[in-house]
Every structure is written in structure tokens, then in C-alpha cells.
């Protein structure tokens, strides 16, 4: 995989949203692998039942389902905390629903990775309906992980944004192109650590 080609594209396709990328800015590490399958469909479904409940689903229920599920170790600290403990501000946990669709993406459920537009509405029709208790078996088993190369370079595009972001905040200027802050940035969290060995809350986020 050439990083330097993927910078490129990179710029290129921040240039179509609107957004200038300097050249200067360093490259991706070389060496990248994705994570087992099994390990994202994990996470994407344990932040599916703490978006659930940050929704206001009866959290015995959404416990009982990660139970039935054998997620409960699958959950991140503050992600325990929310759940079994009542601790934490739901519109953080409501924001990762556009992490599950870059997972959703990577893993090959969802189509389209646009970082100008929010995730499918219809997103959750495709995540198991905890209010039935349903299964995550079908879920599991529609994975098919996109190529490395692909998911690298939604990767270095995320960062790009992002950086583009922290510059127009830093200058007090308005972000050019249709992008939201917590869209690019979730995201990128979910693809970071999808090609790395950090636990989900240690994902350096540097820019």
C-alpha cells in the first residue's frame, strides 16, 4: 500500500468537499492490519445497546440483552458506567452511533462511508431489535470486512477532515463543505482503532 498515494487521494477528495489539506501533514504508519471480525462486530454491538439506552430503552432490558448476547466484557469503562450505573451524559453515547457506521462500513453491512452526510436513518433496521430480544447471530454473520487498503484510506481521509476541523476551530473560521465536527470525528475514532491494538477510550485522536 502506497501511503503516499492515499494522502493524495486524500486531498483530493477534501478538496470536492471544500477543505484544503496541506501536503506537510504526516503520513499513516505502515504495518497496518485490520481487527478480527469477531472483536468489531463485538464493539459494534455492545455501542449499539448503550446508543439504545442513551435513547431512553429501559437499561434492565438493554442489560438483560447484552447478557443473552455475552457483550457485557465488550463494553468500555465509561460505556459500564452509563449503563449498569446510571453515570455519564447520553448525547455522547447517542454520537456513536456514527462510529457503528463506520465499523458498519469497514465490515461491508453498510455501503456508503460519505463524511458529509449523517448516517442511514434506517441505519438501525439493520442492528438487532433489542426491544425483541433479538439475536445478533444474523448480524454477525452479513460481516464481510472490506480490503485493508480500502478501509486505510477512509482512515487518512478522516484524519485529514478532522485536522481541517481543530485548524477552523483554532482560527475561529467556519469549516468550509457540509461537514460536522462529531460526524468526521466519531468516525475516525471507530477507523483508528479499528486499525490498531488501543483500547476503544485510548484512541489517540491527534491531529
Not at 145 to 162: E, F, K, N, V
Request: glycine share 4%.
Amino acid at each position: 500500500m502506497d501511503l503516499k498515494q492515499v494522502r493524495s487521494e486524500s486531498i483530493q477528495v477534501a478538496k470536492k468537499i471544500g477543505v484544503e489539506i496541506p501536503p506537510t501533514l504526516p503520513l499513516m504508519d505502515s504495518g497496518l492490519k485490520v481487527r478480527d471480525k469477531n472483536e468489531v462486530a463485538a464493539r459494534m454491538l455492545a455501542m449499539h445497546a448503550v446508543a439504545v439506552s442513551a435513547y431512553g430503552f429501559d437499561r434492565n432490558k438493554v442489560i438483560a440483552w447484552l447478557n443473552q448476547e455475552a457483550l457485557s466484557d465488550s463494553l468500555s469503562e465509561h460505556e459500564k458506567q452509563f449503563v449498569f450505573e446510571h453515570i455519564g451524559q447520553p448525547n455522547r453515547f447517542k454520537m456513536q452511533i456514527e462510529a457503528i457506521w463506520a465499523l458498519a462500513w469497514a465490515m461491508g453491512i453498510a455501503n456508503d462511508l460519505d463524511f458529509t452526510k449523517d448516517c442511514d436513518d434506517r441505519f438501525v433496521m439493520q442492528l438487532p431489535n433489542l426491544k425483541q430480544s433479538q439475536s445478533s447471530a444474523d448480524f454477525r454473520n452479513r460481516i464481510n470486512p472490506r480490503p485493508l487498503a480500502q478501509i486505510a484510506s477512509a482512515c487518512d481521509l478522516a484524519y485529514c477532515l478532522h485536522w481541517a476541523i481543530r485548524q477552523s476551530e483554532g482560527e475561529g473560521k467556519q469549516l468550509a463543505g457540509k461537514l460536522k465536527p462529531y460526524v468526521v470525528i466519531e468516525r475516525r475514532r471507530a477507523l483508528e482503532w479499528l486499525l490498531s491494538e488501543e483500547e476503544w477510550e485510548n484512541v489517540p485522536l491527534d491531529t
